[in-house]
T-cell receptor, first 111, second 115 residues
Framework: DQQVKQNSPSLSVQEGRISILNCDYT??????FLWYKKYPAEGPTFLIS?????DKNEDGRFTVFLNKSAKHLSLHIVPSQPGDSAVYFC??????????FGTGTRLQVFP | EAEVAQSPRYKITEKSQAVAFWCDPI?????LYWYRQILGQGPELLVQ????????DSQLPKDRFSAERLKGVDSTLKIQPAELGDSAMYLC?????????????FGPGTRLTVL
């Protein structure tokens, strides 16, 4: 059973606009969440994270929002740039460093 | 910039054959992870090492998969015999220590195709 779900396999956004990537989880014991970005032919790279004691974490153009009651988190990219085109993975962990990944969302930012 | 190295980048084999993948983590990183990513899915942890010791191999199919990190540096993941369902991307990651707030750095992966 998929504990971390990314229900949108793809997203297309115009350059300069906001990109919103969504992630849902089922395990209420998860208390740390991460987003990874993956370019073709490269491994995933860490983007941003959030602890369950927070509901928002911001790093430059990237902001992650966490709604614990809904078991939902989202990644906002503002403004979106063509270089942001990649696959984005949501991941979660419980009380260990084992990461449970979602299936990924392919973001395409067009001019 | 230090990177996780993996080889080969691509491997095509026939079912029933043995295959091996190699990973060289970032220098000084004590923790090493092997993940498998099946097409259309996210990476799934197969095995985690802390130095030369296995910390978690609960998702490793031990009847055909084996992993070692003899000197606590580089690591080898082996599949014998390979099956069609093993076709996937095998990713290696490392971190300077274990812990869930410690960033994991991923290598480029080895794409395995089993015919």
């Amino acid at each position: 059973d998929q504990q971390v779900k990314q229900n949108s396999p793809s997203l297309s956004v115009q350059e300069g606009r906001i990109s919103i990537l969504n992630c849902d989880y089922t395990n209420s014991m998860f208390d740390y969440f991460l987003w990874y970005k993956k370019y073709p032919a490269e491994g995933p790279t860490f983007l941003i994270s959030i602890s369950s004691i927070k509901d928002k974490n911001e790093d430059g153009r990237f902001t992650v929002f966490l709604n614990k009651s809904a078991k939902h988190l989202s990644l906002h990219i503002v403004p979106s740039q063509p270089g942001d085109s990649a696959v984005y993975f949501c991941a979660a962990s419980e009380d260990t460093d084992k990461l449970i990944f979602g299936t990924g969302t392919r973001l395409q930012v067009f001019p | 910039e230090a990177e996780v190295a993996q080889s080969p980048r691509y491997k095509i084999t026939e079912k029933s054959q043995a295959v091996a993948f190699w990973c060289d983590p970032i220098s000084g990183h004590a923790t090493l992870y092997w993940y498998r990513q099946i097409l259309g899915q996210g990476p799934e942890l197969l095995v985690q090492f802390q130095d030369e010791s296995v910390v978690d191999d609960s998702q490793l199919p031990k009847d055909r998969f084996s992993a070692e990190r003899l000197k606590g540096v580089d690591s080898t993941l082996k599949i014998q015999p390979a099956e069609l369902g093993d076709s996937a991307m095998y990713l290696c990651a490392s971190s300077h220590r274990s812990g869930r707030r410690v960033e994991q750095f991923f290598g480029p992966g080895t794409r395995l195709t089993v015919l």
